[in-house]
């Protein structure tokens, strides 16, 4: 199992950054995906998610209509978009998949990107 994370950077505030999330090894169609994200100092937070089929999504109050998460069940991967970017964004996201297997939930992590906002 695999999940690698790309497209973090650094950026001024209000400008954007797409992220993605390349996954390998289960079934990626059959499994929830999630953007998590760490900020120094803070517990990890969950700032979307995207069911299997992609029809349903939930997002943190405090990204939602400023983030979007979609993803492409061909590719195998899962998207972030973020515009808007404000400082308190500044973290190291995670992409996270679930997946139901024999009865049990299966969760598996990427290493992370960093995105910083500042001026």
């Known amino acids: 199992v695999q999940l690698v994370e790309s497209g973090g950077g650094s950026v001024q505030p209000g400008r954007s950054l797409n992220l993605s999330c390349t996954a390998s090894?289960?079934?990626?169609?059959?499994?929830?995906m999630m953007w998590f994200r760490q900020a120094p100092g803070k517990e990890r937070e969950l700032v979307a998610q995207?069911?299997?089929?992609?029809?349903?999504?939930r997002y943190a109050p405090s990204v939602r209509g400023r983030f979007t998460i979609s993803r492409n069940n061909v590719k195998k991967m899962v998207y972030l978009q973020m515009n808007d970017l404000k400082f308190e964004d500044t973290a190291v996201y995670y992409c996270?998949?679930?997946?139901?297997?024999?009865?049990?939930?299966?969760?598996?992590w990427g290493q992370g990107t960093q995105v910083t906002v500042s001026s």
């Open positions: 995207i069911l299997p089929r992609g029809g349903i999504v």
């Open positions: 090894g289960f079934t990626f169609y059959n499994s929830e």
């Open positions: 996270s998949s679930r997946t139901l297997v024999d009865k049990s939930f299966q969760v598996n």
